[in-house]
């Protein structure tokens, strides 16, 4: 069967705050000019919205430069963050300590950041963009000169064996003057263009986190709208780098989470678990008993900063977000970044465009003299320096922020990626989790199922292993399977026979929630995320 074939001036892959601001940016920039500039987003969602996981305080500096009436519009930013605090954990006691200046968060807002895109979504169309939720990009379409020329959807009615069913339909073909790759975190296509256009050379590696969220309903006594708090130490051990965020949203509803540095070298532990355990601390408990929890997902966020901005621009376009790596570590913030970097790569695109230029070098410098560069800039050395422990990460970055005010003459650097940190099993201390109390905190399974996972079972597996047998020879026998414990979703699973022999990876791809941690921190990074058949992956209410 043919492909059809679609044209645009531009092709936004990714319904995310980047692509979102890039596609409006784009439709401003065409108003003004009084010309016409087509553009077309696909995002994998089943909806706009539907994969977004984040925190999110979210300032606005971005969003008052793209759209400055948004209050008038009513953008759903309705709760002021207030209250800031910080706080170190032992096992039973909680110690404030001085909230660092990037986490004040005075004139920030707390929101579900899935909502705000669901919003940008609208004034995106309402501008005559043309959005596509439930189409993977699986494919980059090359030019025969080797320029990217678009992207391809994902195909229908695929069997696990690879025949077709009668629901078959194959791919659309989206043809652009511009892609622009706004796939967030770890973005599957993104991947292959680092590689084709060697676009990390003379880069730190990208170094990650995962963050593990859920959405409660608490006790209208114990809620503050506005209060924000983030703590560090318990349950971690001090050689890993990680910590809790708590904020009250509106109606009764708070966000906790918890982000592990994937950087961690114990190959026992268990981010899940590690913040199941979080919720049982005698300061944290009280606030979730009695409550309800209503959503679970997961997903990877970017840690690497300033020194992992890989080149970001290549032949028929650009890296724009999260995919690329903009995301600010020392204030866990990366959706302001993410919507300046789609603006600006719109306005490159769209100079282009008018101009009939073949290339957007422009963004690039646009980039280096914009406020993102300067704000990455700054907190540089902040995650690197927390790779000798907590308590030097502490002092150095203290001393960073307060002495040469991130102007240190020196840059510290990612000198490996994350999966090469993981330690030996016999290396590292098993750690004992306690179980699950059905209260405030929970197994794998019933957290999965709040995700809402939508996946056809009949369809091949997206979870690609480069060798099949890595798994067992490797992974189980070298570092005792850790993708049982990173995979938040309980996706894979070592199988055995009734008598402890024959061990074998089961690979349940319908719990998977889009995460791509597995494919960050396999070992021997044996597993590729793939884009699964349209339509699946989780279905996150307002995360
Ligand atoms: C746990 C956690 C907490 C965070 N807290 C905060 C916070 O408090 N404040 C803050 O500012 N930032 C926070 N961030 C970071 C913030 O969420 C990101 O910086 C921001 O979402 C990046 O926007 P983006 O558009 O680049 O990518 P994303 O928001 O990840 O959006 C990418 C979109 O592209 C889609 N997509 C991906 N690949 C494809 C494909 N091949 N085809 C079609 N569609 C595709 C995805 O489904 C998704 O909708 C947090 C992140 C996490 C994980
Ligand atoms: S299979 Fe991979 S991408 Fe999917 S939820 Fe598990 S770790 Fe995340």
Known sequence: MEREAMEYDVVIVGAGPAGL?????????????????????????????????????IETRALDEL??????????????????????????????????????????????????????????????????????????????????????????GVARDGS????????????????????????????E????????????????????????????????????????GWPLDRRT???????????????VGFVVGLDYQNPHLSPFEEFQRFKTHPAIRPLFEGGRRIAYGARALNEGGFQAIPKLVFPGGALIGCTAGFL???????????????????????????????????????????????????????????????????AYSALDTYLFRGRAPWTLHHPEPDHARLGKRDEYPPIDYPKPDGEVSFDRNSSVFLAAVAHEEDQPVHLRLKDPEVPVKINLALYDA???????????????????????????????????????KDPTQNINWVTPEPGSGPNYPNM
């Open 164 to 191: 077709h069913k009668p629901n078959y339909e194959p791919g659309v073909e989206l043809r652009a003057r511009f892609t622009l790759f706004a796939e967030g975190c770890r973005g599957s296509l993104t991947k």
């Open 67 to 156: 759209i400055p009436d948004w209050k008038e519009r009513g953008a759903p930013l309705k709760t002021p963050a207030g209250d800031d605090s910080f706080v170190f954990l032992t096992k039973r006691r909680a110690f404030r300590l001085p909230t660092p200046p990037d986490m004040n968060n005075h004139g920030n807002y707390i929101v579900s950041l899935g909502n705000v895109c669901r919003w940008l979504g609208e004034q995106a169309e309402a501008l005559g963009v043309e959005i596509y939720p439930g189409f993977p990009a699986a494919e980059v379409l090359y030019a025969e000169d080797g320029r990217v020329r678009g992207v391809a959807t994902g195909e229908v």
């Open 328 to 394: 600010n570590v020392a204030k866990i913030k990366g959706t302001h970044t993410a919507m300046k970097s789609g603006m600006l790569a719109a306005e490159a695109a769209s100079d282009a465009l008018g101009a009939g230029e073949a290339g957007l070098d422009g963004y690039e410098t646009a980039i280096k003299s914009s406020w993102i560069w300067d704000e990455l800039y700054r907190v540089r050395n902040v995650r690197p320096s927390f790779r000798r422990g907590l308590w030097l990460g502490l």
């Open 241 to 255: 780098y990680g910590g809790s965020f708590l904020y009250h949203l509106e109606d009764n509803q708070v966000a």
């Open 21 to 57: 601001s890039a596609a409006i940016r784009l439709k401003q920039r065409a108003a003004e000019a009084d010309r016409e500039i087509s553009v077309c987003v696909i995002e994998k969602g089943s909806e706009v919205g539907a994969h977004i996981l984040s925190g999110a305080v």
């Open 193 to 232: 263009l680092f590689e084709r256009f060697d676009l990390r050379e003379g880069r730190d590696p990208q170094s990650f986190g995962i963050g593990i969220k859920e959405l409660w309903e608490v006790d209208p006594a114990k809620h503050a709208p506005g209060r924000v708090l983030h703590s560090i």
């Open 482 to 520: 850790p993708e049982q414990r990173y995979c938040p979703a309980g996706v894979y699973e070592i199988l055995r026979d009734a008598d402890g022999g024959n061990p074998r990876l089961q690979i349940n791809a319908a719990n998977c929630v889009h995460c791509k941690t597995c494919d960050i």
